[in-house]
C-alpha cells in the first residue's frame, strides 16, 4: 500500500466514510506517530507509520474482529460524545482496534449491538436494501388492544412522509398496567419503534433488541460482549450474500442514503419553491422551518399577545412544541400546518415573524422539533440557520440569494396573484426590514455557513437553479451511487 492519503487509508480501512474521517481528522481524533495531525490531504507511510484514531491503532495488518456486545441503558452508541457521557466503547476498552458497530441503539435501549472492523461487512449489515431482521423486546405502559396490534403489523406513519412496512408483531404478555411485546422489523429507522408506539400513543417503558439477522444477544448480560467465533463469521458472510441482489451488487437510491440537504438563505430568494421541487425530484422529504415560525406568530396575534415579548413568545412556543411532542403527532402536526398555509403566510404574518424569529428562547424551543423532523435523512430543509445551528452536521448546504429587488418582485406577484391588495414599496420594505432583523440579531442570525455552496437566483428561473443544485448534489453523491 505504501504512502496514501491519511483519511483515504481510514476508509478503506473501515473508520467511517471519507467525509467523516476528514472530520474526525479536523477534529483532532488522529495521531500519526503520536502526533496529532489535523491537517488534510496529509499522506501517511501506511507500511510505517503508527495511525491512531481515538487512542485505538488503525493499521492494514490489524486482524478483523467480530463482537457483539449487550449495551446497557445510560450507554451512547456513539465514539465521542461531545457532552462526555458513558459510550459503548467504555465496555469495549480492552479493545485495542478501532471498531464500528451496525445499527444504532439509542440511550435508554439496551441490547444486540453488533461491532466489527470489517468496513464491508458493516456496509452490508447496515445496509437497508438488505432488509436485515432485527427482534426487538418492548414493555409498554398500558394494554396494548388487538386494533394497535392490527396497525402495528400494518404500518405506522412515523413521520408525515414516511409509513414503516408490514411487520411481526407478537403480544408476549399482558400485565394489569403494562404489556410486553416481540417486534420484528426489517427497516431501521431512527428511533423507530419508540416513534411507532409514541403515535398510537404508548409510553415506553423498557426497549431491548435480541437478534440481528442470525446473531443473537442469547446470555451475554448487559456490559458483556464476546467475539464471533470463525464459524459465526463464516455464517454472517453467508447470511449477508443471500439478502444481496442479483448481481451482487449493494444498490443505493437516493431515498435511502439518508442524505440532509439544507438551504438557507434570506427572505424571497426563492428556498421554498426550490427546496420543495428538490425534494419532489430526489424523492426526499421537504421540511420548511420558516412555517413553525409563522405558526408561532400566528398563534400569537390569534391569542393578543405581544410579539416583541421574550416572555410570552417563551411561553408560546414551549406551549406549541409541548403540545406537539407529546399530545399530537408529526403526522397531525405538519398537516395542521399545511392546512393554514394561506394564513401563516399572509402579510400580517410576513410582517411580525422576524420578531418572533429574534427571540433566544423561541429559537432554542423549536430546535429540538427542527431536529426530529430532520433526524430520519432524506430531506431537504430550508430556513435561515439550518446549516449553521439546526443541522451544522449536514451533507450539503446551500445558500440562496437575489438581490433585494427581485426578492421583493417575487413575493410582489406571488401575493398579489393570491388577491392580496397591497403595494411593491410595502413589499420591499417588508423584505428589507426583515433582511435587516433576520441578519443582525443575536441568536443565529442569518449568515453563509462557510461550507455552504452559494447560488444567486437573480437571473435564473426555478428549473436552471434546480438543474445546478441537482448537478452538484449527483457529483457530491458519486456516480456509481446514484440511481
Ligand atoms: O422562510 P420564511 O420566509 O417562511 O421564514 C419566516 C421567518 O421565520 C423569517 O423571516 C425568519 C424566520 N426563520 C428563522 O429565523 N429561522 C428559520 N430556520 C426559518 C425561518
Not at 440481528?212 to 458472510?237: A, S, T, W
Not at 427572505?267 to 421537504?286: C, H, P, Q, V
Not at 426590514?433 to 435564473?460: Q, Y
Amino acid at each position: 500500500m505504501g504512502k496514501m492519503r491519511l483519511h483515504k487509508f481510514l476508509a478503506q480501512m473501515g473508520v467511517d466514510s471519507r467525509r467523516k474521517c476528514e472530520k474526525l481528522i479536523t477534529d483532532g481524533r488522529v495521531k500519526v506517530n503520536g502526533i496529532i495531525v489535523t491537517k488534510l490531504g496529509s499522506e501517511v507511510d501506511v507500511d510505517k507509520d503508527r495511525i491512531e484514531v481515538d487512542e485505538q491503532v488503525v493499521s492494514k495488518n490489524i486482524p478483523k474482529i467480530y463482537v457483539i456486545l449487550n449495551k446497557p441503558k445510560g450507554f451512547l452508541c456513539t465514539h465521542h460524545d461531545p457532552f462526555g457521557r458513558p459510550t459503548i466503547y467504555d465496555l469495549l476498552k480492552k479493545i485495542r482496534y478501532k471498531l464500528n458497530y451496525a445499527g444504532r441503539l439509542d440511550l435508554e435501549s439496551e441490547g444486540l449491538v453488533f461491532l466489527t472492523n470489517d468496513g464491508e461487512l458493516i456496509n452490508h449489515i447496515s445496509h437497508p436494501k438488505k432488509e436485515i431482521n432485527k427482534v426487538y423486546i418492548v414493555k409498554v405502559k398500558g394494554q396494548v388492544s388487538d386494533n394497535n396490534l392490527k396497525q402495528l403489523k400494518k404500518g405506522i406513519p412515523i413521520t408525515p412522509f414516511f409509513t414503516t412496512n408490514p411487520c411481526q408483531v407478537i403480544l408476549l404478555k399482558k400485565y394489569r398496567n403494562n404489556s410486553l411485546l416481540k417486534i420484528i422489523i426489517s427497516e431501521g429507522k431512527k428511533r423507530q419503534i419508540r416513534k411507532m408506539f409514541a403515535y398510537l400513543g404508548f409510553q415506553i417503558l423498557e426497549l431491548k433488541r435480541t437478534e440481528i439477522g442470525i446473531l443473537k444477544i442469547d446470555d451475554l448480560k448487559p456490559g458483556q460482549y464476546r467475539f464471533l467465533k470463525e464459524k459465526e463469521v463464516k455464517e454472517l458472510n453467508n447470511f449477508l450474500e443471500n439478502k444481496q441482489d442479483k448481481k451482487g451488487n449493494i444498490v443505493l437510491s437516493n431515498k435511502e442514503t439518508g442524505l440532509i440537504i439544507t438551504i438557507d438563505g434570506p427572505a424571497a430568494a426563492g428556498k421554498s419553491t426550490i427546496a420543495r421541487e428538490l425534494a419532489l425530484k430526489l424523492g426526499f422529504n421537504y421540511i420548511n422551518t420558516g412555517d413553525l415560525y409563522r405558526y408561532v406568530t400566528y398563534r400569537a396575534m390569534a391569542e393578543k399577545l405581544d410579539v416583541n415579548k421574550a416572555q410570552e413568545m417563551n411561553n408560546l412556543s414551549r406551549k406549541i412544541v409541548n403540545k406537539y411532542i407529546n399530545e399530537t403527532s408529526y403526522h397531525d402536526f405538519v398537516s395542521h400546518l399545511q392546512s393554514i398555509t394561506e394564513k401563516i403566510h399572509s402579510p400580517e404574518i410576513n410582517e411580525k415573524v422576524s420578531f418572533v424569529a429574534r427571540h433566544p428562547s423561541v429559537r432554542k424551543n423549536l430546535i429540538p422539533l427542527q431536529r426530529i423532523l430532520i433526524q430520519d435523512g432524506s430531506v431537504v430543509v430550508e430556513g435561515r440557520d439550518i446549516g449553521t445551528v439546526v443541522a451544522p452536521y449536514a451533507d450539503l448546504k446551500f445558500f440562496l440569494t437575489a438581490d433585494q429587488y427581485t426578492r421583493a418582485m417575487r413575493r410582489f406577484k406571488e401575493l398579489r396573484d393570491k388577491g392580496y391588495d397591497i403595494s411593491f414599496q410595502e413589499i420591499e420594505k417588508e423584505i428589507s426590514s426583515r433582511d435587516h432583523i433576520d441578519s443582525r440579531r443575536k441568536a443565529a442570525p442569518l449568515v453563509k455557513s462557510e461550507d455552504a455552496i452559494l447560488i444567486n437566483t437573480s437571473n435564473k428561473n426555478i428549473s436552471q437553479v434546480i438543474e445546478e443544485m441537482l448537478k452538484i448534489i449527483k457529483k457530491f453523491y458519486g456516480k456509481n451511487k446514484w440511481k
